[in-house]
């Protein structure tokens, strides 16, 4: 089962390190994995995307808890909550019908192309990873050049916090 | 008065109580060694390598329950204390490891000695810091003594770079009574309705069994554990780190459980219907095939640490907390209870127990490696402190020293360190010098940390070494002859040196053992010298094996005997 692991951890040098040396370690998986500030300077919130049993999911929770500098750690999908990635595709776009194609599909979307050249184009696209995944299936006809995805954040709804 | 951040890092381990510094000095640490030089409060032991100032730390802390502290330089300083350090990290040993580092302003340069200690040492410690103000050093090590010694302990780092030490350097000192850590806060009771949901559980049992581990050492509850176990009448099995924590002359107590465990603990374990596990944490060479452990039990598990419930074994009642806490508050209500009648599961044991699994040839001509750790045993009333290295002299001295008390059973049981013997022992020796210390070794872990001779000269440290010499890494050679059709590749040790001789010119008495008839007598002899540290290498037989022995991946079931006792000799043959 994939799972989102949301964890807020003292902004310290080698914090970052502490988390995915873990994951190493102990062989667990991670899809993704991004990390930034918060609206607390002294806290770093890292997003965790990874997969795996019941029982592995809580052994990363606990195991990741017991870290000292991490403050909190959420299951994200054991909840209602948004999941959100970026990502900017290159693509070709030389000819007039492919660079119309590309367009059209970009507004489906809700994409944007970001950058124009006379043969390429680059889409920025804000959504799911399902949504992710499924659009860049559909540029399959098209000649991508370069993917850059960004990896997952996410957020409960509501008032829920992802806090201790 | 404003000090220098060496002065400061001294007075912070005098100021938190350090009585031993175990360490070896090098260009980085220079500034704090001359902090040294300047006091008394705080001892130094120089140690001829730095594994074994972190095993003789170690050691200290196994047998006081108070940190071990370690004072390393940069670079080979911290690598060569990393196999100490993962060593108290497998068996959550509380210590404080200062490694020295290059100077703020040469890190990452690839400079001279220069390690990242940090990040080399990030996997096997609870916690490490990089301090790079001299104002942050107290602090910081306020941080480290209260990480390593409270929760689920364990050792931390404390990685100083030289320019932070500097003399030339001075702000103003107080070590603080208190540091604020709001990402740490462990647990301590545990939760009330668990622990009546457990006592219920407990008091349904037919077939009950209570396994306890090195966390109830750790936790300091053997009284509690006591009070609990006879409360119930309950069989009792532990395993190799909670030795003595209830002693093993008690009716109750039906022997160590696990890979080199009782015939009747393992038996109990697999036939059992209520299992509660205290301070213990389900390790590989206890459980065994994990599919099969204790396939009819529902199970209670009290640890102090989240991640160890349900980590391997998932269980029924997980109590969090203090194992002193815990045990406390279920002796509480378990005192108005009335106890199950379990009679039919002790006749069931006494069976098992009647099998003597633990028989060897008391006829050999040859000696026994068994005998030597029962006269051990004799000779200082089973109330020495003994320290062991890794193998098969490990678990014979498990199996047949027979402690009554905790902290008197001092081995590396998790992370399986050869050479932790001897320095182990220079630190439980510094603890209590009037104490009789033994280290049980072999010939083949003796030489993984030998230059410690050197050190127990120097301070004068009279541990008796009792190496049972086979000429083979014994346990290795166990494996080889059960599992590889005898190829015993590399197994045997060739070159021996005389250990009589080369403990000799360490300044020390050497007594070599050859023959059965001489054993108890010159045994006598060695343990006679109470001021002397005694070598004695003592000729066994060679291709003795422990038993009884779980195969890897086996059940609790399914044990390979010895020929001397009554039960089948090979689990498969049997089944077959």
Partial sequence: MRHIISILIENEAGALSRVAGLFSARAYNIESLTVGPTEDPTLSRITIVTTGSERIIDQIIKQVDKLIDVVAVNQLTSDLHIEREIVLVKVKASESQQREDLKHLAEVVNGRIIDVTTDTYIIELTESVVQIDSFIAALSEHEIIETVRSGVSGIARGGNVCTK | ?576
């Avoid at chain 2, 175990?22 to 594994?51: M, N």
């Avoid at chain 2, 109750?252 to 944490?281: K, P, Q, T």
């Avoid at chain 2, 109330?383 to 081995?411: C, L």
């Avoid at chain 2, 022992?425 to 872990?445: F, H, N």
């Fill in chain 2, 1 to 576: 008065m404003d000090l220098s951040g060496g002065d400061i890092l001294i007075r912070c381990l005098k100021d938190e109580g350090v009585e031993f510094l175990f360490g070896y000095p090098g260009g980085a640490v220079l500034h704090i060694y001359d902090a040294l030089y300047k006091q008394d409060d705080v001892k130094h032991i120089l140690v001829r390598h730095e594994q074994a100032a972190t095993h003789a730390a170690d050691g200290y802390a196994r047998a006081t329950g108070k940190p071990g502290v370690v004072l390393v330089t940069s670079g080979p300083g911290a690598t060569n204390a990393v196999t100490g350090i993962a060593t108290a990290y497998m068996d959550s040993i509380p210590m404080v490891v200062i490694t020295g580092q290059v100077a703020t302003s040469s890190i990452g340069s690839d400079a001279f000695q220069e390690v990242d200690a940090v990040g080399i040492t990030r996997p096997c410690v609870k916690h490490n810091f990089l301090v790079k103000d001299v104002n942050k050093i107290a602090e910081t090590m306020k941080k480290a003594f209260r990480v390593a010694t409270t929760g689920r302990p364990g050792p931390v780092v404390v990685d100083i770079p030289k320019d932070i030490t500097d003399p030339a350097i001075k702000v103003p000192y107080e070590y603080p009574t208190a540091v604020a850590m709001r990402s740490y806060q462990p647990a301590t009771a545990g939760d009330p309705e668990l622990i009546k949901e457990a006592i219920a559980l407990l008091l349904t049992a037919k077939q009950p069994m209570i396994y306890s581990g090195g966390g109830v050492v750790l936790g300091q509850a053997s009284e509690e554990l006591r009070t609990f176990v006879r409360q119930l009448a309950f069989p009792i099995t532990s395993t190799l780190m909670g030795l003595g924590a209830y002693p093993y002359n008690d009716d109750l107590f039906i022997g160590m459980l696990g890979m080199h465990g009782s015939y009747e603990s393992n038996m109990a374990m697999h036939d059992c219907d209520v299992l509660i596990a205290i301070g213990a944490r389900f390790d590989d060479r206890v459980t065994g095939k994990i599919a099969e452990f204790c396939p009819d039990a529902k199970i209670i598990h009290i640890d102090i640490d989240p991640s160890s419930i349900s980590k391997t074994i998932t269980v029924d009642v997980p109590i969090v907390g203090n194992v002193a806490n815990v045990l406390q508050e279920m002796n509480k209500l378990l005192a108005s209870e009335s106890k199950p009648d379990i009679k039919a599961w002790w006749k069931t044991i006494n069976g098992w127990r009647s099998k003597d699994c633990m028989a060897y040839d008391r006829n050999s001509d040859q000696i026994k490696p068994q005998r030597a750790i029962e006269i051990v045993h004799e000779i200082t009333k089973g109330d020495a402190y003994v320290t062991s290295d890794v193998g098969q002299h490990q678990m014979w001295a498990a199996q047949f020293y027979g402690f009554e008390k905790p902290n008197r059973w001092i081995n590396s049981g998790g992370l399986g360190a050869m050479g932790f013997g001897l320095p182990a022992a220079m630190g439980v020796q510094l603890a209590y010098p009037d104490e009789t210390v033994v280290c049980i070794t072999g010939e083949g872990s003796i030489q993984m940390c030998i230059q410690e001779l050197s050190t127990c000269l120097q301070y004068g440290l009279p541990i008796k070494i009792v190496a049972l010499n086979n000429r083979y890494l014994g346990m290795v050679r166990q494996w080889q002859e059960f599992f590889y059709k005898e190829r015993y590749s590399s197994s045997y040790m060739e070159s021996l040196p005389d250990f009589v001789k080369l403990t000799e010119s360490y300044g020390h008495v050497g007594i070599r053992i050859e023959k059965p008839e001489d054993l108890e007598s010159e045994l006598k002899r060695a343990f006679a010298m109470k001021d002397r540290l005694v070598f004695i290498d003592i000729v066994t037989d060679q291709k003795e094996n422990v038993y009884p022995m779980i195969a890897a991946g086996m059940a609790h079931n399914e044990m390979h005997h010895s020929p001397h006792c009554e039960l089948p000799q090979d689990p498969r043959r049997e089944l077959a």
